[in-house]
């Protein structure tokens, strides 16, 4: 095979790997899975943060380079396009392919897969790139989506409709489809005639770690809060869909002393005007949050003048409490990690959750849409009872462990590579 070691080259292909989106996050998640088996990854984005050596880095790949940004806000809120608009769609669409076929070739790549890439166009021309390297290939193909246009508003309206049936996502001989929960598969059986495996999001929960070590000890003397302060963690970015109100409308509520609202994560790419409605909303009620972003990375590091910089990672182990009362989740990552670092989580029951998670047994504080007296009383207690604190972590960690770890990512993966390679490839 392409690394001379009886494993897979395998190409890993998206706008971006960096930082700690869920495309991101669980593609590391895979090439670690694959690594443990003898296959090799490497990486093609706009923007990058893997080892130079396994990666090439092509910024026309990137949603926000600025031909494409300005591209894609022609394609969406309208129901036409002008001639000079697809010339560009295809223009761009050549030279990203022929990158690609340098990728493929430098690489020696076996096994391509698009990580969200042929699923929401939020790339359209690296899209449509994408699909005509595996038509003309047949190149093997794990096509793993993580959500689809058609579950945002904002890509319902759109001038390239026929685009879309072609590569979001393709319907190509040599793609296996995998998806992230159990509605999607449906949806898209439903809607494109499409089969599909689920691989739920993953987390190594046989790896056990250290919650504390020396750098991330200090985390609460550094933002200034008091050891019998309890710190409530919202583990998200700050956009509506995340629901954040309910976790200051629950701070307001719990009427105990010494409650701190953390907030990992800024606005990101969708805008201020949620944050700024949710900081009015906290002064209103009279609570205090605290924005960590800019003291957050996605892994830890001290600045130039010495500041440290602390991961999300290190943000958990201090949180007596983690929110995270979602309306929309495609899977929930922000839920694996509580459960990773034993935390109690109160959790509003998005669909997926109510689908694909609940059903598994966990036990949290759960609410449907919006904060009842039960929740709150529910909450109260687990924050003056540790034992029901760990109980309750506990009892979740082995429940994630069973149905969400790597061991079960490990089988999806391991049944399509056989479909694919048979006996010819090591697992």
């Known amino acids: 095979m392409g690394n001379g070691r009886g494993g897979l080259s395998v190409g890993f292909v998206s ?83 022929g990158r690609l076929y340098e990728f493929v070739d430098r690489f020696g790549i076996d096994l391509l897969i698009p990580q969200n890439a042929v699923a929401i166009p939020m790339h359209v ?148 005007d949620y944050l700024t409605w949710i900081t009015d909303t906290a002064r209103d009620q009279g609570i205090e949050i605290h924005l960590l972003y800019n003291r957050l990375n996605d892994t830890r590091k001290f600045t130039e003048s010495g500041e ?18 979602s309306l929309y989740e495609g899977f929930g990552n922000a839920f694996l990690e509580a459960v990773y670092f034993r935390k109690p989580l109160l959790v509003n029951r998005y669909s997926v959750y109510i689908v694909d998670i609940e059903p598994r047994g966990f036990d949290v504080i759960a609410i449907d849409g919006f904060l009842t007296n039960r929740a709150v009383a529910q909450v109260r207690e687990v924050l003056e009872n540790p034992e029901r604190r760990k109980k309750m972590g506990d009892h979740n960690y082995e429940v994630a462990r069973r149905f969400f770890s790597y061991d079960v990512t490990d089988q999806t993966l391991a049944a399509i590579i056989r479909r694919m390679f048979g006996s010819a490839v090591m697992w």
Request: no cysteine.
């Open 308 to 325: 440290k910089l602390y991961s999300l990672w290190d943000v958990y182990p201090h949180a007596d409490l983690v929110t995270y009362p």
């Open 15 to 97: 706008t971006r790997f960096a930082g700690t989106d869920g495309v991101s996050l669980e593609s590391a998640k895979w090439a670690e899975i694959l690594s443990r088996h003898g296959h090799r990854s490497f990486w093609f984005a706009g923007e990058l943060d893997r080892p130079e050596a396994e990666s090439m880095l092509v910024p026309t790949a990137f949603f926000n380079y600025p031909e494409v940004a300005a591209l894609q806000e022609k394609l969406f809120g309208t129901g036409r396009r002008d001639r000079a608009t697809t010339d560009l769609i295809y223009e761009i669409k050549e030279f990203l392919k």
């Open 125 to 272: 021309p690296l899209g449509l790139a994408i699909t005509e390297l595996i038509a003309e290939t047949e190149i093997p193909t794990i096509a793993h989506h993580h959500d689809f246009f058609w579950e945002r508003p904002r890509f319902l309206l759109n001038a390239i409709g026929d685009i879309l049936q072609a590569a979001f996502p393709p319907d190509l001989p040599s793609i296996e489809h995998v998806v992230i929960n159990s509605m999607i598969q449906r949806e898209l059986a439903s809607r494109r005639g499409l089969s599909s495996s689920v691989a739920y999001n993953t987390l190594d929960f046989d790896a056990q770690r250290e919650p504390f070590d020396d750098f991330n000890r200090d985390f609460r003397e550094e933002f200034g809060f008091k050891e019998d302060d309890i710190l409530i963690l919202q583990p998200t970015r700050v956009i509506s869909r995340k629901g954040i109100e309910q976790a200051i409308y629950l701070v307001k509520r719990l009427e105990l002393p010494h409650v701190k609202l953390l907030i990992s994560h800024s606005a990101g790419d969708e805008g201020d």
